[in-house]
């Protein structure tokens, strides 16, 4: 099984700093517990079941429907009501993927990656514009094909576009008239019971249709989830296989959230030399709704009288941090904006407690406080605005502990503490004036490398006189596990805003607490110097919030479970929005439904 999150050994205090943080807000955000053991929950009724009646959600006050032809009708109809409902949304659509080879002691271990970062446009076909395009040319003049084709011919090139077609079954003929549907059996997934169906297209249906499984919410039947690939592919194409799971983030509609895919044959004498696993996330589905808000708070604002302490002109000194401060909330703003950053949130409160530590340890005395906030992308990166610290979601995902989120931090902190301003030209307003595809090539937060190694000295400096100095054996223990790993993770390690961690496969930042750091050793199960992508953040598709993923911790069986850096299959626990709570689903493995065996005795 490898469902494991190697979170076994998330210090204590870590934890407890979180607990403090949220303290407040810990009991609205308990999620609701499951109405029943899900494990059990299945019935083998071949109609579902008429005495549940359809709840308060749009779309659920039609009559329920009593034969399964009108089930898969509404599910249809529903289907078709997402596809209009999204057909005015961009969100930003982030595809990780590792290429895999064997290690005879760990398994299938990266040896490659690739990074696309894009929005998703799904007006009248599904397109995708890139973030990354005038950074890194290699995908250009990839053959436009649709249906997430990989061409023999280009050398097994991924197209980004692949990996995120299957937010829909069939976006045009998603009908009988293509498709027949096959009752398979109930599940529940998470606190959901779904209607499992088959899917196979009719024989003059058309070549690349969906082939898989559906899953349908019982309620209002929308698709919860689709697993499967795509049909009769042409010669010199492709078609990945995919995990694609929706949450129900807003009333009556369940929204494309994650899509795994995996590809690959580790059997002895095997042929196939593909070999990937890759995650796609989707975020930013309601960044236009944001912006309307914004300004119907601006208009607000305006009528507010200016509270700034000073009746005078400001000195000069005072002139040039308020200048710095301009940038620094442009910046922020716009990044927000753009979705590449989540709003301000609970996560960013344990950072900074993190950060208070030192500052407070270490009797700095700064004009203004240090902010805190969350890159909501998974390149392992960090970088400061004027006081605000950014880092990235894929990089708190992979810290074992508090004392390696105390490095990653001080460093920044030391950026600050020594005042190596940056973006001070972003306090001009023009200079925030470009489309959000164009964040990476219009802004940029990059070091010259005295500064760097400045702030790598300054940073082990605060460390050791902060309650962390007791803590550095895991954060130089990270950074062994991070450079063994670094020269086959170049995407994961590029960074887009901030500078790079490594440099031509070589750790370079904080690399001095890995000298008294132990040895690595992959075969000590107690010994977790990073953890898997994916298992500590929790991005809200639909707001970009982020939280910190509440999931029990699975115990570790053997050094193929520890996973560092690496991509592992979605698991969400999908649960009904609900208004009066943040929308939760956990993306942990560690929240996995075992799939309900037909004969399982019915349990409510
Ligand atoms: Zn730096």
Redesign the pocket.
């Known amino acids: 099984m490898r469902k494991a999150t190697s979170e076994f050994t998330l210090s204590n205090s870590w934890m407890i700093l979180a607990l403090l943080a949220l303290a407040t807000t810990a009991v609205a955000q308990q999620p609701a517990p499951a109405p029943q053991n899900s494990s059990t929950a299945a019935t083998t009724q071949s109609q579902p079941d008429q005495s549940q009646p359809a709840q308060g959600q749009s779309g659920s006050n039609m009559t329920p429907p009593t034969t399964m032809d009108q089930v898969v009708d509404r599910v249809i109809w529903r289907e078709k009501e997402l596809i209009k409902f999204l057909s005015r949304r961009t969100p930003i659509v982030e595809t990780y993927l590792q290429d895999l080879a064997q290690d005879p002691q760990l398994g299938p271990v990266p040896q490659d990656d690739h990074y696309f970062l894009g929005r998703m446009d799904f007006s009248d076909s599904i397109d995708r514009s890139d973030f990354l395009e005038g950074k890194e040319k290699k995908d250009e003049g990839m053959e436009k094909r649709l249906l997430g084709g990989l061409t023999k011919k280009f050398k097994f090139q991924y197209q980004p576009l692949g990996f995120s077609w299957m937010v829909f079954a069939d976006r045009s003929d998603f009908d009988r008239q293509h498709y027949d549907f096959h009752y398979a059996r109930r599940e529940f997934l998470g606190d959901i019971r779904c209607l499992v169906f088959d899917l196979t297209p009719k024989k003059d249906a058309g070549r690349g249709r969906f082939l898989g499984r559906i899953w349908v919410e019982d309620q209002d039947f929308n698709i919860v989830r689709l697993n499967g690939t795509y049909s009769r592919p042409h010669r010199n194409d492709y078609y990945f296989h995919m995990d694609s799971w929706r949450l129900n983030l807003m009333p009556g509609f369940w929204i494309p959230a994650y899509i795994y895919s995996e590809e690959g044959d580790f059997t002895a004498g095997a042929k196939n030399k593909i070999a990937f696993k890759a995650q796609t996330r989707m975020w930013g589905y309601n960044l236009k709704a944001a912006m309307a808000s914004d300004e119907l708070t601006n208009i607000r604002v305006d009528s507010v009288k200016d509270e700034t302490a000073s009746a005078q002109d400001a000195t000069p000194l005072a002139a040039e941090r308020e200048w710095q401060q301009q940038a620094e909330d442009n910046v922020v703003e716009r990044l927000e904006r753009a979705g590449l950053l989540a709003p301000a949130g609970d996560v960013d409160k344990i950072l900074q407690t993190v950060v208070n530590n030192i500052v407070i340890t270490n009797n700095i005395d700064l004009p203004r406080p240090v902010r805190t906030r969350v890159l909501t992308t998974s390149p392992l990166e960090?970088?400061?605005v004027g006081n605000t610290i950014v880092v990235s979601r894929g990089l708190i995902d992979v810290l074992p502990d508090e004392g390696s989120l105390a490095m990653v931090l001080s460093?920044?902190l030391a950026?600050i503490v020594l005042g190596?301003n940056l973006g001070s030209q972003y306090a001009f307003n023009d200079r925030m004036l470009f489309s959000d595809e164009g964040t990476y090539q219009n802004l940029g937060f990059k070091?010259i490398p005295e500064?760097?190694a400045a702030?790598?000295k300054k940073a082990v400096e605060m460390l050791k006189n902060s309650p962390y100095a007791q803590k550095l054996d895991s954060a130089g223990l990270f950074i062994k596990a991070l450079q063994k790993r670094a020269p086959q993770l170049s995407a994961l390690l590029q960074a887009h805003l901030?500078?790079n961690i490594t440099e031509n496969g070589t750790v370079t930042?904080m690399a001095a607490l890995a000298t008294s750091a132990p040895a690595l050793d992959w075969n000590k199960l107690d010994q977790i110097a990073a953890l898997p992508l994916g298992g500590r953040v929790k991005l809200n598709p639909w707001d970009d919030s982020v939280e910190m993923v509440k999931s029990q911790p699975v115990a570790i069986t053997s050094a193929r479970d520890k996973m560092p850096f690496e991509v592992t299959p979605f698991y969400p626990r999908l649960s009904r929005y609900n208004a009066a709570t943040t929308p939760a689903a956990s993306t942990t493995a560690a929240a996995t439904t075992p799939a309900a065996t037909p004969d399982a005795a019915p349990n409510q």
């Open positions: 960090t970088f400061s460093h920044e950026h190596h070091h500064e760097e702030a790598d901030g500078n930042r």
